[in-house]
């Protein structure tokens, strides 16, 4: 079967049955029609000089033929017409020597316009072809930039994904390691460090309330025992219990932080009088000696506070901290 592409469309405005499968049988054919009339044409010539109508329309379908030849089969088509044409302006010429018919110049003259023919339409093909083949060039460049922009884009869009989840992951890490550096992690409350940490700030910065801080040191009593009783793992479900009922019920604005074993410290930052602290520590004490189920045995347990006040005490750190631990409540 005959594609499209095989196919040279004459008049395609008109219908697909002007358009010429480009294949050898139709060239051979072509050229055997060209070589029929230009037989034909010689021998009307030799022998009817004076039928110079019925040779020129021989001369005309050759004519037809020659450029069919040259629009279908470019480059051998071509050649193959022009072959044919000088051998008819050959044979005409010999002709006009002998007998200067009508026919003979009239042949003569058509061949001539068949070459040029031929040679202009042959060098428009060609111009036409070369833009053609420049034009698709360019397309594939512009086809394989457009490409390549889109492959860039679709890598700077993947590298932006990698480096978002890279960012998260290094924000998730940076996280966890602050919670491992100032979160204690039996308690989830802060730790030692952090305490150290804020202490120092409240003691260099001025924003504190009238420059004013209470601690409070908390040492569970006793807790020695538990431990012995019940092993570690009791022990330390014990603290838990402590840490989540001291922050029920200490003050939002409090700091409640686990130094390390049965010891805690709160850091209070509100204005208030060495009575109100005592109060406010009184009741804390009765809470912590409310009963602690711990397999299945009501455990109570108490605690001693010390106190240690900012600046009255000291204005120093490590003075604060021992005055902490020698006072008691």
Same mark, same amino acid.
């Given at each position: 079967m005959t594609t499209n592409r095989e196919k040279v469309c004459i008049l395609p405005m008109f219908s697909e049955k002007f358009c010429l499968p480009r294949n050898n049988f139709n060239r051979k054919l072509m050229q055997i029609s060209i070589l029929v009339i230009f037989s034909v044409s010689y021998v009307i010539i030799g022998v009817f000089?004076?039928?110079?109508? %019925?040779?020129?329309?021989?001369?005309?379908?050759?004519?037809?033929?020659?450029?069919?030849?040259?629009?279908?089969?470019?480059?051998?088509?071509?050649?193959?017409?022009?072959?044919?044409?000088?051998?008819?302006?050959?044979?005409?010429?010999?002709?006009?020597?002998?007998?200067?018919?009508?026919?003979?110049?009239?042949?003569?003259?058509?061949?001539?316009?068949?070459?040029?023919? %031929?040679?202009?339409?042959?060098?428009?093909?060609?111009?036409?072809?070369?833009?053609?083949?420049?034009?698709?060039?360019?397309?594939?460049?512009?086809?394989?930039?457009?490409?390549?922009?889109?492959?860039?884009?679709?890598e700077l869009w993947k590298k932006n994904k990698q480096l978002k989840k890279l960012n998260k992951t290094i924000c998730h890490d940076k996280e966890e390691m602050h919670r491992l550096a100032y979160i204690d992690s039996l308690t989830n409350l802060p730790n030692r460090r952090m305490f150290r940490d804020h202490l120092n700030k409240m003691v260099n910065s001025s924003n504190t309330t009238s420059n004013f801080f209470a601690l409070v040191f908390i040492d569970l009593d006793n807790f020695k025992n538990v431990n012995d009783t019940?092993?570690?793992?009791?022990?330390?479900?014990?603290?838990?219990?402590?840490?989540?009922?001291?922050?029920?019920?200490?003050?939002?604005?409090?700091?409640?932080?686990?130094?390390?074993?049965?010891?805690?410290?709160?850091?209070?930052?509100?204005?208030?009088?060495?009575?109100?602290?005592?109060?406010?520590?009184?009741?804390?004490?009765?809470?912590?000696?409310?009963?602690?189920?711990?397999?299945?045995?009501?455990?109570?347990?108490?605690?001693?506070?010390?106190?240690?006040?900012?600046?009255?005490d000291s204005n120093v750190v490590e003075e604060i901290l021992k005055k902490l631990r020698h006072s008691d409540v």
């Open positions: 000089p004076k039928y110079w109508l %019925i040779i020129g329309m021989m001369i005309q379908f050759q004519l037809i033929l020659s450029l069919l030849m040259t629009l279908i089969y470019l480059r051998i088509g071509c050649i193959t017409a022009l072959i044919f044409n000088f051998i008819t302006i050959i044979q005409s010429t010999y002709r006009l020597t002998v007998d200067h018919s009508y026919g003979s110049q009239l042949v003569f003259i058509l061949s001539i316009d068949t070459i040029m023919s %031929i040679l202009v339409i042959s060098y428009f093909i060609k111009m036409g072809s070369q833009t053609y083949f420049d034009l698709l060039k360019k397309e594939e460049i512009v086809s394989k930039s457009f490409l390549k922009t889109a492959l860039s884009e679709e019940f092993g570690h793992q009791s022990g330390d479900e014990l603290i838990r219990h402590i840490s989540f009922r001291l922050r029920q019920y200490i003050d939002p604005s409090d700091m409640l932080a686990h130094l390390g074993g049965d010891e805690f410290v709160l850091v209070i930052q509100r204005l208030l009088s060495h009575k109100n602290i005592i109060d406010y520590l009184t009741s804390l004490a009765v809470k912590l000696r409310e009963p602690v189920m711990l397999r299945k045995i009501k455990i109570t347990i108490s605690a001693s506070f010390g106190i240690s006040i900012y600046p009255q």
